[in-house]
């Protein structure tokens, strides 16, 4: 898609981001900005996300000092859907260390729908990624726990130590994801026919549904990619959540397979991790400098918020966050 940056100049930054000012003062732009788009159509695959006002559009970026910066809609309430995977994924590692998660999963994009089965026969049954269906349902069978009360634990105490905050359940959400999941339940039991989940398949996919069906908002998710931005610590409440290996596991991942088969696009154009979600969720990671949470539910033909790309993209640039930005080497550091 056309992420409508053209007229937005290219800053190149090292260490930290500006100061707090330039930040709001940008941030309200970049709203400006994105909020004049009206493509993409809210989700209706799961007909209670359909209910979503396609106007609500909500910026944050939180900052590695503990800063936060808000614009619009950014306390209203939704579904994190996949961008849960993320975190998940980062839990594990915590968990279980580099290589084992590595041998499980992989990192390789598909290039395929994100709930593709094509993807699982071509490759022997190995999950290619954590960030496509059969690479979660995979990920949440692994995290701790011998019942199904105490793996659901695990993934929502790990996800709220993200958040700073206890997130809850949208249980409406959930009934609905849970009468319609079809789809992940075979292919959590095509895992299983390959020996890749161990756990009963239907309990991991129920996890898995009420993992996707927790409550976040825009403020949230900057928190948590901020988290992941600072080494694994959480900048609001300083409490470390994973180490900061770990993080640099999950921003790789992020990198590759984030926004699905259009995660090449979004690289090259934001220079970003980052991880979207169907409810218009949308999380990038500044590595050592921010998190960026949008919430705008109009969606691409991928299933990525199209306002938050926008946005996203505008900051990026404005604040010289792009990782493969650089400026000419002058010898001598003289100009």
């Known amino acids: 898609m056309d992420l409508d940056v053209d ?3 290219q800053a190149v930054g090292t260490g930290a981001v500006p100061a707090g000012p330039r930040i709001d003062d940008l941030l309200v732009r970049a709203h400006e900005h994105a909020a004049r788009h009206r493509e993409g159509a809210v989700a209706d695959y799961i007909p209670i996300l359909a209910d979503a006002d396609p106007e609500a559009f909500g910026l944050c970026v939180a900052d590695v000092e503990g800063g936060l910066h808000e614009r619009g809609d950014t306390r209203t309430a939704f579904s994190i859907q996949s961008i849960s995977k993320a975190f ?3 839990l594990l590692s915590e968990a279980f260390g580099h290589e ?3 041998e499980v999963v992989g990192v390789n994009n598909t290039g395929l729908a994100f709930d593709s089965v094509v993807a699982i026969e071509l490759n022997d049954g190995h999950p290619m990624n954590p960030m496509v269906n059969a690479g979660a349902l995979a990920t949440t ?3 701790p726990g011998d019942t199904a009360q105490e793996l659901w634990d695990a993934v929502r105490d790990g996800l709220s130590r993200f958040a700073g905050r206890a997130l809850e359940v949208d249980h ?3 009934r609905c994801e849970a009468a319609t999941n079809h789809r992940n339940r075979a292919i959590a039991q095509l895992l299983e026919s390959y020996g890749r989940i161990e756990r009963d398949p239907l309990v991991v996919v129920d996890v898995y549904t009420r993992q996707c069906a927790l409550r976040v908002d825009a403020r949230d998710l900057a928190v948590m990619g901020a988290t992941l931005a600072d080494g694994g610590v959480n900048p609001v409440t300083g409490e470390r959540v994973v180490s900061a290996d770990v993080c640099r596991d999950a921003l790789a991942v992020l990198a590759a397979s984030g926004l699905y088969e259009r995660s ?10 980052g991880k979207s979600g169907v409810a218009g969720g949308l999380v990038t990671v500044a590595p050592g400098k921010a998190g960026i949470g949008a919430y705008a539910p109009r969606l691409d033909a991928a299933g990525n918020s199209v306002r938050g790309q926008i946005a996203t993209a505008y900051l990026s640039r404005a604040l010289g966050l792009n990782v493969f930005a650089s400026d000419p080497h002058v010898p001598g550091g003289k100009p």
């Open 7 to 9: 007229g937005v100049g």
């Open 88 to 90: 998940v994924y980062a």
């Open 100 to 102: 084992r998660v590595l």
């Open 141 to 143: 069978a692994l995290m």
């Open 172 to 174: 409406e959400v959930y």
């Open 264 to 273: 090449g696009e979004w690289l090259f154009e934001i220079g970003l991790p």
